[in-house]
């Protein structure tokens, strides 16, 4: 079968996915991209069947399963396409529901339960189908994505690294507000923020949780306490149009002319940033 016929199906199965989880007002998650590829054709849908649909289970018994996350569903994506590049296919509804299995999230495991569906026949009834082995070891796993992107919450502040925090709160209780003279300030202060912050995590050699949750972090802390109280009555801002600028140009153009007021606005906060303590020393709160 070629590219096309194994990408149109495994593509209307996360449709279907997506379709559910609105139906139900729910964040797509692995359980609805499983109801996805149980209503289409073919072996997977196949092996699905059963005399209580699956979306019956999930429909019915919405309140036993947990929140669904975006996140891990795209992580179920990322395993199906590794274990199919890995086989040489193109990714098809059979490496997904094997990717789903695998990745064995409780509200998968749930359904099927509920459903009188078992997994070790389902998955092996799926590897046939893609003539890869029934002892076939379980797939692997792409990393999930970094806390605080995506829909994936940050690390709780209490668990970030205390060191980092404590020189971010540091530049909290400092933020030069009586300094902003009107929006534009306020956004280019809080750039500024989140740059220091991505410079604390690479000081200290922190990973991507820990990075990402503690930009998220502060940059929420940095919103809040530029907004109250008011300090800045916003301005609409006015248009002004590129005459006859290539397509793109324009775009380049208001990029550039961001970041030269972020650095012209750096510049003149230089003191303020040089006062901040750096990670680790006493003066940050840290042991």
Do not use: K
């Not at 990714?91 to 339960?113: F, I, K, Y």
């Not at 949780?209 to 929420?220: E, G, I, K, N």
């Amino acid at each position: 079968m070629g590219e096309q016929g194994l990408n149109e199906p495994y593509m209307a199965a996360i449709e279907r996915g997506f379709a559910f989880a609105r139906e139900l007002g729910q964040v797509c998650g692995p359980v609805h991209l499983l109801i996805g590829i149980s209503e289409g054709e073919g072996p997977a849908a196949l092996v699905l069947g059963s005399n209580r649909s699956l979306r019956e289970v999930v429909a019915s018994t919405g309140h036993a399963f947990g929140d669904a996350a975006g996140y891990v569903q795209a992580q179920a994506q990322g395993a199906a396409r590794l274990f199919a590049d890995g086989l040489g296919h193109s990714v098809g509804v059979e490496h997904l529901l094997v990717a789903l299995l695998d990745q064995g999230t409780p509200d998968v495991a749930l359904a099927l339960r509920l459903a009188g569906l078992d997994p070790a026949v389902i998955r092996r009834s799926a590897l046939a189908a893609i003539g890869a082995p029934a002892e076939q070891p379980l797939i692997e796993l792409p990393p999930l994505t970094p806390a605080g992107t995506l829909d994936r919450p940050p690390i709780p502040i209490e668990h970030l690294d205390t060191r980092a925090w404590n020189v971010l709160r540091w530049r909290q209780e400092h933020l030069p507000l009586e300094r902003l003279r009107g929006p534009s300030d306020c956004q280019a202060l809080r750039h500024l923020e989140v740059r220091a912050a991505w410079r604390i995590a690479d000081a200290l050699g922190l990973e991507d949780d820990q990075r990402y949750s503690l930009s998220r972090h502060h940059a929420d802390e940095v919103d809040r306490r530029i907004a109250a109280p008011p300090r800045v009555t916003p301005r609409p801002l006015r248009r002004r149009g590129f005459l006859h600028a290539p397509v793109g140009w324009e775009a380049w153009l208001r990029n550039r002319q961001v970041s030269l007021r972020d650095r012209w606005f750096e510049l003149r906060m230089i003191g303020y940033s040089r006062a901040a303590p750096p990670p680790g020393t006493a003066d940050d709160g840290s042991p």
